[in-house]
């Protein structure tokens, strides 16, 4: 979990939050802008997405470069075939050689617009 942190809390040349100066991060934007969340927040290791209507907690988006899984996250749904893996707070799915994490986990109608929009912007 070490790595996760430091790679969400910045690279070494980057002077900015990894959520202004990484490359993961301008993917991302891009991504949260197909799924219909064309201005999301920022806290400086994750982009904000506003919670539906009915739900209190907003969404953390954030990406990590690899494509292993951990025992703790099982997998909880599949969208298009590609497995979401799932523990109590997050959820995880991968793509193009990244983890796309989401903090709290979504209602399957916004998971299913997230995953499919990850798939479809390249990197």
């Known amino acids: 979990m070490s ?4 790679v969400v809390l910045g690279l070494p040349g980057c002077k900015e939050p990894w959520s202004r100066c990484s ?6 934007r891009r991504v949260l802008a197909r799924a219909g969340f064309p201005h999301p927040g920022q806290n400086g290791g994750a982009l904000i997405i506003p919670a539906p209507p009915r739900d209190l907690n907003q969404r953390f988006v954030w990406v990590t470069p690899g494509t292993q899984t951990w025992p703790d996250y099982r997998v909880r749904s599949r969208v298009d075939g590609r497995p979401v893996y799932g523990g109590r ?3 995880f799915w991968i793509v193009q050689k990244r983890h796309v994490w ?12 997230l995953v499919r929009a990850s798939v479809a912007v390249r990197r």
Request: charge should be positive; glycine fraction near 0%; hydrophobic fraction near 60%.
């Open 3 to 6: 790595l996760l942190l430091a």
């Open 23 to 28: 490359p993961d991060a301008f993917w991302l």
């Open 89 to 91: 707070v997050r959820v």
């Open 102 to 113: 989401v903090e709290y986990a979504p209602q399957r109608k916004l998971l299913v617009r």
